[in-house]
């Protein structure tokens, strides 16, 4: 292609996805029509350049913190892919771009075109949660998401338990091919083999004791669509190979039958557990570990991704609110953000929902936060832990930690038991009533 483009716009019309041409001094040298429609008409007269449309910046994506599509693309010669946060219509949101190098007749670099696919980045699960977010960290997960999602292969998700590997497995699930079909869930911690493989092949009407009728397994309802199996590393070792059975031929008969069938999904695995550990300690299948481990997507834990806390507190707050939408002010933000949240979301999701049953009107203050936070701190007996054999706490029974809880609350509030009570989260009635057990 020549180094002056006489026509770009003519170039980008057979590009379904909205697409940009970009010179090598970053100017938006032309739109095409899916573009004009996601992200409006620009004024191609005044030379805009592609950072300050996209991200509001006075320079060049990696000079503002961020990767830059053009900047890899140029050095490598080769089309690249990164996730991006770009100004939209509808706010910010994620843009997955993808940039092109355009070359002359004598093979050097005149331009870029660059498409942009959307990428959402709240997922509403079967709970009223969304997960939100601009860290890095999540901002990579994300992106594997993005990549993955069109595919067919085998995902697992790894990371602590209330990170929101649920949600992302959702993510991937809606943004397939399959979205038209269920993602079924198996929750696999706990499960004993007969309760195990009637949850997941389904069994015939008096196959065991207790079987009155027939049902159908998850195997089968997720056919067409995805089989999400939630805590996988927790399946006993005996259970395994028929799972890996099922994932490798897509066959598998319902307890009680002797007639094979068949399914056809998408797996997703999610666990907290170190699998390659499981796998050396021998609890864990090494044909099924890397049946599964095709494509890790790795959980960051909540608190390496601190700067997300307050846009994931807001959203959280948005699905509790209920027609009285719950705010919280600056410095609430700061306390959460400042916290340590070995719960990860889920444990901060709960957090929120005491503050909102807690508080009087729609706007979760400092006071408030950081009164729970204490109590909270409290509860786990502030810097010691429980489980630590070398805590005091340890030689404390239960009624004596409460015991001195509620001497040291009543203290502060010098003797007022409503005040008290009302720090505590509890009734007048049911504090006298903690008072006289204690006593």
Same mark, same amino acid.
């Given at each position: ?28 040298? @032309? ?6 429609? @996601? ?33 890899? !693309? ?13 100004h ?5 949101e ?28 709240k ?30 292969? !085998?995902?697992v ?5 209330? =990170? ?28 004993t ?13 008096g196959?065991?004791t207790?079987?009155n ?25 005996? $259970?395994q190979?028929?799972?890996? *059975? ?5 066959? /598998? ?9 068949? =399914?056809?999904?998408?797996l ?46 807001d959203?959280i ?8 939408? /719950?705010? $919280? ?34 706007? $979760? !203050? ?16 502030? @810097?010691e ?17 409460? *015991? ?5 609350? $009543? ?9 008290? @009570? ?6 007048? *009635?049911?504090?006298? *009533? ?5 006593n």
């Open positions: 292609m020549k180094s002056t483009l006489t026509n770009p716009k003519d170039l980008l019309d057979v590009i379904e996805l909205p697409a940009i041409v970009v010179s090598k001094d970053y100017e938006i040298e @032309a739109t095409n029509t899916a573009y004009e429609s @996601a992200f409006g008409q620009l004024d191609l007269t005044s030379s805009p350049k592609c950072y300050a449309i996209s991200h509001g910046y006075d320079k060049p994506c990696d000079q503002s913190g961020e990767d830059c599509p053009m900047r890899q !693309a140029r050095a490598s010669g080769q089309k690249t892919r990164v996730l991006h946060v770009h939209t219509p509808r706010g910010r994620y843009v997955d771009v993808e940039m092109t190098p355009i070359r002359d007749d004598s093979g050097n670099v005149t331009h870029f075109v660059e498409v942009l696919r959307s990428v959402e980045n997922v509403t699960t079967h709970k009223p949660v969304k997960v939100a977010g601009s860290h890095p960290a999540f901002r990579q997960v994300l992106s594997q998401v993005s990549r993955v999602a069109d595919s067919d292969i !085998a995902v998700l790894l990371g602590e338990s209330g =990170t929101g590997k649920e949600v992302i497995a959702q993510a991937i699930h809606q943004q397939s091919g399959r979205s038209k079909r269920p993602m079924v869930t198996l929750e696999c911690s706990g499960l083999e007969t309760l195990f493989e009637s949850e997941l092949f389904g069994h015939t009407k196959a065991f207790g079987a009728f027939e049902r159908q397994g998850l195997a089968s309802a997720a056919d067409g669509g995805t089989l999400f199996l939630d805590e996988v590393g927790d399946i006993p070792l005996n $259970l190979v028929k799972l890996l *059975r099922l994932i490798e031929t897509g066959s /598998y008969r319902p307890i009680g039958s002797s007639e094979s069938k068949h =399914t056809d999904f998408r997703i695995c999610a666990t907290h557990h170190d699998l390659w550990r499981r796998v050396q300690e021998g609890a864990f299948r090494l044909d099924l570990y890397y049946r599964i481990n095709v494509f890790p997507i790795h959980m960051p834990r909540l608190t390496d991704r601190r700067s997300d806390i307050p846009v994931i507190a959203t707050l948005e699905s509790l609110g209920a027609g009285n939408r /719950y705010h $919280l002010t600056q410095a609430a933000q700061s306390l959460l953000e400042e916290a340590d949240w070995p719960g990860n979301i889920r444990e901060l999701r709960n957090f929120l929902l005491r503050a909102s049953v807690l508080n009087d009107g729609n706007v $979760l !203050a400092h006071d408030l936060i950081n009164r729970l936070l204490k109590e909270r701190a409290i509860a786990m007996g502030g @810097a832990k429980l489980s630590d054999p070398n805590s005091k706490l340890t030689h404390y029974s239960l009624a004596e930690l409460e *015991r001195r809880y509620f001497t040291e609350l $009543l203290d502060a509030h010098r003797g007022d038991k409503k005040a008290a @009570a009302k720090q505590a989260g509890i009734s007048l *009635r049911t504090l006298y *009533r903690k008072l006289e057990s204690l």
